[in-house]
């Protein structure tokens, strides 16, 4: 089965999503499993993970519930206050959902660049290896020097990260995206999700080949075992179609061979998040 390791659904709501600017209004609406359902037929994907767009427990239950009533829906990635005393009762209650299988903190919009090795934070990772859920790195670039401090202090919690650190891709840029993203895949536990590149072009004049200095990237760092193709719809629909972004990952896919493309479109993600493949 092909997986979308990465994708997101809402019920609009200005207050609840902020973070949708004047500028996306693309996304000023709402996204649901039927939306992602036809885009996935399209190209020949049985699966998705839903992950978290907002930082609240409610929004992690009800990704749960539309993942108990769609069963392409293979796994959730929600968010728990993992700085909160109540930690660890919150993450109970999720794992008592059959589908919840990893927790995500959006990192990227902290101001502070050491976030990630907080006390408290760190003290609230430290908990999902008892529940053996996965985490997503959500990260920017310039937070990849503490996120490989953090990294280091877990080395049985199983990590993937998310959009391959988002790198400057509109201008160019390698260093010192890359030199950071081959010492975090030195770490055997990391895991990388070819997504969300689109976002970090120009939305509405890139080229494909802009990709492939960052492709190669993290293809020869991780390698095909550790990388898993996600879409980031439906943010990425602010520079360009569901079909598009799969075609870019199509780049990277062409390259390897039968066996490693099993292994990006779809059994790297199941294997990490321990995904159900039965329908």
């Given amino acids: ?42 190209v020949g994907i049985g699966g998705c993970v839903a992950v978290q767009a907002r930082q609240t427990l409610a ?11 769609n069963e392409f829906i293979r796994g959730v990635v929600g968010w728990a206050d993992l700085r909160s005393e109540d930690a660890d009762a919150q993450l109970d209650e999720l794992n008592s959902h059959p589908r919840f ?8 919009d902290e101001e502070d660049d050491r976030f990630i090795v907080g006390e408290a934070f ?22 990849l ?15 993937v990260l998310d959009h391959i650190a988002k790198p400057p891709i509109s201008s160019g840029t390698l260093a010192p995206w890359e030199t950071n993203i081959r010492q975090l895949a030195k770490y055997p536990n990391v895991m990388c999700k070819v997504s969300g590149m689109v ?12 990709f492939d200095p960052y492709l190669d990237v993290v293809l020869d760092a991780f390698g095909p075992k550790r990388l898993m193709y996600g879409s980031d719809w439906p943010v990425a629909t602010l520079a360009g179609s569901y079909k598009q972004v799969h075609s870019l990952a199509l780049r990277l ?4 061979s039968e066996s490693e493309q099993e292994r990006f479109w779809g059994q790297n ?5 321990g995904l159900p493949t039965d329908s």
Avoid at 12 to 40: C, G, H, N, Q
Avoid at 59 to 69: G, M
Avoid at 145 to 159: I, N, R
Avoid at 269 to 273: I, L, N, S, T
């Fill in 1 to 42: 089965m092909k997986i979308d390791s990465h994708q997101h659904f809402w019920n609009y709501d200005p207050v609840e999503y902020p973070w949708i600017a004047d500028s996306m209004s693309v996304l000023r609406r709402d996204f649901t499993p039927a939306d992602l359902k036809a885009e996935l037929s399209e």
């Fill in 59 to 69: 929004e992690s239950h009800w990704l749960c519930s539309l993942a108990e009533e």
């Fill in 101 to 108: 299988v990893g927790v995500r903190h959006v990192v990227q």
């Fill in 122 to 143: 760190m003290r609230g990772v430290a908990l999902l290896e008892k529940y053996e859920l996965r985490y997503d790195l959500l990260i920017f670039p310039r937070q």
């Fill in 145 to 159: 020097p503490a996120t490989l401090e953090f990294v280091k202090c877990f080395p049985d919690q199983p990590f």
């Fill in 199 to 210: 976002t970090e072009a120009e939305w509405d004049r890139w080229e494909v080949e802009q």
């Fill in 253 to 256: 896919a062409d390259r390897l």
């Fill in 269 to 273: 993600a199941v294997e990490f998040y």
